[in-house]
């Protein structure tokens, strides 16, 4: 099934909504296992939209996407989970559970897949501590503030140590500082091994990293 | 402040689902009223079973011997021919010969008090109690009777017993009817129920399929709190349903009363050996209840989920 060595490879992808014109045209895309990319553009230039065809809720209206070996196009939606536990995600909006703590919240993947709490517990806490919310375990999201949510999300996203990270705006709701030792800890995760795109509109985050930097203009992808 | 929170999580796992945003309690409440009449139409089965047992058994046990008066024999005669007959014949326990008066009685609704029943040629009635266990052999009991006494017949009430038993299988069809009924509505209900709960819990499904779990897992988060709906509605129904028997008993008499009210009230007061058996059928409407809402649920999860990407 695996067409090239690629964790992620889109060829000739197009992705329309509805009957409206291709927001993403022509996208050709290999993401090698432990790259680093950083994903920009304008506002509507189609970031989120590939983000989604990342993550998998949405399919392109043409072209092929392979990931992780899998074609995704045949692939049926039952095998579909498996993949879907190698990625983590952080959403612009975060999307956090409202009525589950900050902690069931980060451990909500390892929970999905069966493990025991004790099992999980010390991640989750160390974890917790790597995003600088210790203190937060049993608090709900809806008290914490934009940025203190986004870490939660970006906690929640790497808990399971995923193959591959897509991160929309991680950094968009944290200060300089927080954004930066946001940046250090992908940085740390994509040593070990994990694949990481981050979209984001600050050039400063991007222009302090050496890493490829990726550009959607008008539903085009190229590089910088 | 929240600080003193460190380290600390919840002893017992909170469900993935929010509960205050399942429509659980408009489906229990439609539940328990679905029990309710499950439970009221299980007892109206049981009493025109009952009803319909009783009353067979009473004419069974009974035949009557029909004499017409005639110009050549003397009705007196007839009668002692007739006890004659019956004295020798096996499987008959008892006769008794009724009065001209009580026959006449039973045709007052008809035709009145009149005087004119004194000279119309009312037919002369013997009531006999025969042994169901071993009862006579009609057909050479009817033909002696006819052929010895004239103007003599035998009423087996056969007719009588095969309207009985037409009009309560009809009975019995229809609240079969009014049972796949209420179960038909029910499974609608709990498909409109899970449908409701999974479009105001759409953000949590979704996040739950981004970070990798099966549509199985997803519909086992909400099945239960179906389920335990399903317990709770068919426990409240059934419990209010055996309470409106026992009441109708209650309020009309209790239990010393005859008719609807006492065959009410016995339907679950009185020997266990009668009793258990009824307490067993309303004990299926709860059973039934929870595993419809369970079986239901899971599969009109699964079929929405299975539409989702």
New interface residues.
């Given amino acids: 099934m695996s067409r090239t060595s690629s964790i992620v490879s889109l060829q000739n992808v197009g992705l329309r909504y509805g009957k409206g014109r291709e927001v993403l045209r022509d996208i050709n895309l290999e993401l090698t296992p432990g790259s680093f990319h950083f994903l920009t553009g304008p506002s509507g230039a189609g970031k989120t939209s590939l983000l989604r065809l990342l993550?998998?809720?949405?399919?392109p209206t043409r072209g092929l996407i392979s990931m992780f070996g899998h074609d995704m196009m045949s692939l049926s939606?039952?095998r579909?989970?498996?993949i879907?536990?190698k990625i983590g995600?952080v959403f612009q909006d975060f999307?956090l559970?409202d009525?589950?703590?900050v902690?069931?919240n980060i451990a909500?993947?390892l929970?999905?897949?069966g493990q025991k709490?004790k099992d999980y517990?010390e991640n989750?806490?160390e974890l917790l501590n790597w995003v600088g919310l210790?203190?937060?375990?049993?608090?709900y999201p809806p008290v914490l503030s934009g940025g203190e949510q986004q870490r939660v999300a970006i906690a929640?996203a790497v808990i399971s140590q995923p193959d591959l990270l897509l991160a929309d705006e991680p950094t968009g709701n944290v200060d300089p500082v927080m954004a930066q030792r946001l940046l250090g800890l992908f940085g740390g995760l994509n040593k070990t091994g994990t694949t990481i795109v981050i979209a984001t509109h600050d050039s400063n985050l991007i222009a302090k990293s050496k890493n490829p930097v990726l550009v959607l203009n008008d539903g085009q992808l190229g590089y910088a | 402040m929240l600080s003193g929170l460190k380290n600390k999580e919840p002893k017992k796992a909170s469900g993935l689902m929010p509960r205050s945003q399942m429509p659980l309690r408009t489906l229990m409440i439609a539940m328990t009223v679905m029990c309710y009449l499950a439970c009221l139409a299980i007892g109206a089965l049981v009493l025109i079973t009952q009803a319909v047992d009783d009353w067979s058994s009473d004419i069974a046990g009974e035949v009557t011997v029909q004499i017409r008066p005639s110009d050549n024999v003397k009705m007196s005669d007839k009668l002692k021919m007739i006890a004659g007959i019956l004295d020798k014949t096996n499987g008959v326990i008892s006769y008794e010969i009724l009065e001209k008066e009580a026959g006449a009685k039973l045709l007052e609704p008809w035709l009145g008090n009149a005087d004119i029943l004194d000279q119309l040629p009312v037919p002369r009635l013997v009531a006999v109690v025969i042994d169901q266990k071993t009862p006579p052999d009609f057909v050479k009991l009817e033909s002696v009777i006819k052929t010895r006494v004239d103007g003599a017949s035998l009423d087996t009430h056969r007719r009588w017993q095969e309207e009985l038993t037409r009009m309560a299988d009809s009975l019995i069809n229809l609240g079969v009817g009014v049972l796949v009924l209420i179960t038909i509505s029910a499974v609608a209900l709990v498909i409109f129920a899970s449908r409701t709960a999974l479009d105001a819990n759409r953000q949590v499904v979704e996040v739950l399929h981004l970070i990798g779990a099966t549509d199985p897992y997803i519909a086992r988060q909400v099945q239960w709190q179906f389920l335990k709906a399903g317990l709770q509605s068919g426990l409240v129904g059934v419990l209010v349903g055996m309470a409106t028997f026992i009441l109708l008993g209650i309020s009309s008499g209790g239990p010393a009363s005859s008719g609807l009210a006492d065959a009410s009230y016995g339907l679950l007061v009185g020997a266990p050996e009668v009793t258990s058996v009824n307490y067993l059928l309303f004990l299926l409407v709860p059973i039934i209840a929870t595993l419809l809402c369970l079986v239901a649920a899971r599969l009109a999860i699964l079929r929405i989920l299975s539409n989702a990407l």
Wanted: no cysteine.
């Fill in positions: 993550f998998l809720t949405k399919k939606r039952r579909l989970p498996k879907r536990r995600v999307r559970l009525h589950l703590t902690y069931e909500l993947p929970r999905v897949v709490p517990r989750v806490h210790a203190d937060y375990a049993d608090v929640r």
